[in-house]
């Protein structure tokens, strides 16, 4: 049964006009590999940059006009003026075909969809953790901070120094920027949550909320880490999807209402949740 349809969340089908106004077809712009494996893409598309959300993601069509495939849920990394910016990792059909797409290429997307952060959570200072490509829908995220005049604190982890990208943008957009890697090769030699844990230990400054996103693993970690210090945590969660608008139930989480454990859908109710709700190793 789905659960009590948390912050956001409305319980219509997928035919409702909502998601019939969010089919777009938008032009990619700009195309930069960012590492080996990741792409940033630009695209212009003024509808849904009107309308995006921190948080948010769309669903990306895949392989051209005729071909038959699940569409890909892809985060908004960012919003500039009337431009969408995404990241994209290639981890197999449709992220290779989607980065190796030439500017000039018009791509069918789903969105805005999905339930975001919830800002006004984040009080005077915050922290935004990342991990991996799980930076993608934090910059924006920042950003939105940093235009309400409360910027957040970037913490971001990688294995080593080239799997980290876009610092620069997210140095823009930041109070500070703190790296960790595995093997030491820039910043904190060890974990993100260890960079985390230290910076909420330090009594110097006071946190009013957590914002992350990464691996399960590390959102895990994080969200213990919030609750021993007291402080209200969001994660933006992934699964696989589907429909990506509700209606085929592939991509649910278990979630704790009102006492007793449901489900929720990622791609409608999330993919950001309230650490306290959530319930993990699904
Ligand atoms: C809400 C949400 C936001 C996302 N944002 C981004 C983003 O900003 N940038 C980005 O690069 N990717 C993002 N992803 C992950 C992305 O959707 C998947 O990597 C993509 O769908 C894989 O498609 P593929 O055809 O390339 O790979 P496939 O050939 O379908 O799969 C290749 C491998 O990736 C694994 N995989 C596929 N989908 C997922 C998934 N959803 N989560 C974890 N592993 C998966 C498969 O199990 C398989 O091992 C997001 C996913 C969600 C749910
Ligand atoms: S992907 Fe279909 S309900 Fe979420």
């Known amino acids: 049964m789905l659960a009590g349809l948390p912050r956001?969340?409305?319980?219509?089908?997928?035919?409702?006009?909502?998601?019939?106004?969010?089919?777009?077809q938008v032009e990619l712009i700009e195309s930069t590999a960012v590492t080996?494996?990741?792409?940033?893409?630009?695209?212009s598309a003024p509808e849904v940059a009107k309308l995006a959300r921190p948080g948010q993601f769309l669903h990306v069509k895949v392989g051209g006009e005729d071909a038959f495939y699940l569409r890909r849920p892809i985060s908004i990394h960012d919003v500039i003026e009337d431009r969408m910016v995404l990241l994209v990792r290639?981890?197999?059909?449709?992220?290779?075909?989607?980065?190796?797409?030439?500017?000039?290429?018009?791509?069918?997307?789903?969105?805005?969809?999905?339930?975001?952060?919830?800002?006004?959570?984040?009080g005077a200072q915050s922290l935004v953790v990342g991990g991996g490509i799980g930076c993608g829908p934090l910059l924006y995220l920042l950003r939105s901070l940093k235009v309400r005049e409360t910027p957040g604190t970037y913490i971001v982890g990688g294995?080593?120094?080239?799997?980290?990208?876009?610092?620069?943008?997210?140095?823009?957009?930041?109070?500070?920027v703190l790296i960790a890697t595995d093997d030491g090769s820039q910043g904190h030699k060890g974990l993100v949550t260890e960079l985390l844990a230290?910076?909420?230990?330090?009594?110097?400054?006071?946190?009013?909320?957590?914002?992350?996103?990464?691996?399960e693993p590390m959102l895990k970690a994080?969200?213990?880490?919030?609750?021993?210090?007291g402080i209200p945590c969001e994660v933006s969660v992934e699964a696989l999807m589907a429909c990506g608008i509700g209606v085929c139930l592939?991509?649910?989480?278990?979630?704790?209402?009102?006492?007793?454990?449901e489900y929720v859908r990622v791609c409608k109710e999330g993919p950001v949740f309230n650490t306290r709700s959530l319930v993990w190793g699904n």
């Open 8 to 24: 956001g969340a409305t319980k219509g089908p997928c035919w409702e006009p909502e998601f019939v106004n969010r089919l777009h």
């Open 36 to 43: 080996a494996d990741v792409t940033r893409l630009v695209f």
């Open 90 to 122: 290639r981890v197999g059909y449709g992220t290779n075909w989607l980065a190796d797409r030439p500017v000039g290429s018009a791509i069918d997307l789903i969105g805005p969809l999905g339930t975001g952060f919830d800002s006004t959570l984040a």
């Open 159 to 176: 294995r080593h120094a080239a799997d980290l990208f876009s610092i620069e943008d997210f140095s823009s957009v930041a109070k500070d």
């Open 198 to 215: 230290s910076e909420l230990n330090d009594t110097s400054r006071k946190y009013e909320a957590i914002f992350a996103c990464g691996p």
């Open 222 to 229: 994080v969200s213990a880490i919030a609750a021993e210090h």
């Open 250 to 261: 592939s991509c649910v989480h278990k979630a704790q209402v009102d006492g007793s454990t």
